[in-house]
C-alpha cells in the first residue's frame, strides 16, 4: 500500500486530489506522436500550488524537483482556459450546500488591496500605497466565512462600485427567502450609499452597513461587527503568497490563483481535509 500524502501545505493531499482530478480536461496529443515522457498532472498541480502558496517565480520550480517550470506553466494555461481552478471551487460550495454548512443567514461583503508591481490588466493605482500599481478583490462570504464570491479591479476602484458585480458573482443558488430570512448583508462605512443600501434591498438581503461612528462605538463597546468572518477569509487569501502580492500580468492568471485558494479554503472548511 502506498503512503497516504498529507497536507503539509505545499503538496496536494490525496483527498483534495480526488476531488480536482475528474475537473482536468483530456491530455491533448502530441503533434509530433512521440516525446519524452508527459509530466504528471499530479506532479503539475503540486507545482502550481507551490507557486500559489509561496509567490516564488515559475522559474524556481526547476530547482525544487517537482515539476519542471515550463510543464508546471503550460499546464496552468491550458487549466485556466478550461475553468478548473472556478470548477474546482464551485464544486466545493456545492458539497458544502448539500451538507446545508453554508450559513445565509449573514453574509459580509469587504475589499482587500494587495501590490500589483507588474502590473497589466485590473490593475491601477492604490491610493494607500503612494499610487504604486496594486489590485483590488472584493470579497463575499457566508455567515462562517466561507468565500462565496470574489471579483477583482484596480487599487483604486472604489469599493461601492464593485458592490454589484461581486453580489452577481455569487457561484452557489440562494435558498427562497421563504426558507432563510433574513438574509443579512453585512458591510462597512465604505459601502454607506443610498444605492448600496437600494441594491441590497433589491436584490433580497437586509442590509446592515455601519457609519463610522457606530463602528468606533461598537468597538470601545467590546464587540466585534458581523463582518469579521469576511477580513478573517481575506487574511486566509493572503497567506497564499501569490496572492498577497500579484505577479501575474493576465487578470485570468491571477483569478485563477484565488478561484485555486478559495477551493481550497471551501473543502477544508467543509471538513474534508479535516
Known sequence: MGMVKQDDGWRLPDRLWAQMEPLLPPRKPHPLGCHNPRVSDRAAMDAILFVLRTGCQWNALNG???????????RFQ????????????MQGLLSAAA???????WLALDGAMTKAPLGGKKTGPNPT??????VKRSLLTDGNGLPLAVVI???????MKLARPTLEALKVERPSLLTVWPQGLCMDKGYDYPEIWRLAVEMGYRPHIR?????????????????????RTHSWLNRFRGLLI???????NYLAFLHFACGIITWRTIGLLG
Do not use: M
Not at 525544487?64 to 503550460?74: D, E, F, N, Q, V
Open 64 to 74: 525544487t524537483g517537482i515539476c519542471s517550470s515550463s510543464s508546471a506553466h503550460r
Open 78 to 89: 491550458e487549466w485556466v482556459e478550461a475553468g478548473v481552478f472556478e470548477e474546482f471551487w
Open 99 to 105: 451538507l446545508r454548512s453554508i450559513d445565509w443567514s
Open 129 to 134: 500605497d503612494r499610487g504604486k500599481g496594486g
Open 153 to 159: 479591479d484596480g487599487a483604486n476602484r472604489h469599493d
Open 211 to 231: 457609519s463610522r461612528g457606530e463602528e468606533a462605538q461598537r468597538r470601545r463597546a467590546g464587540q466585534r461587527a458581523r463582518r469579521w468572518v469576511v477580513e
Open 246 to 252: 500579484r505577479w501575474a500580468k493576465k487578470a485570468k
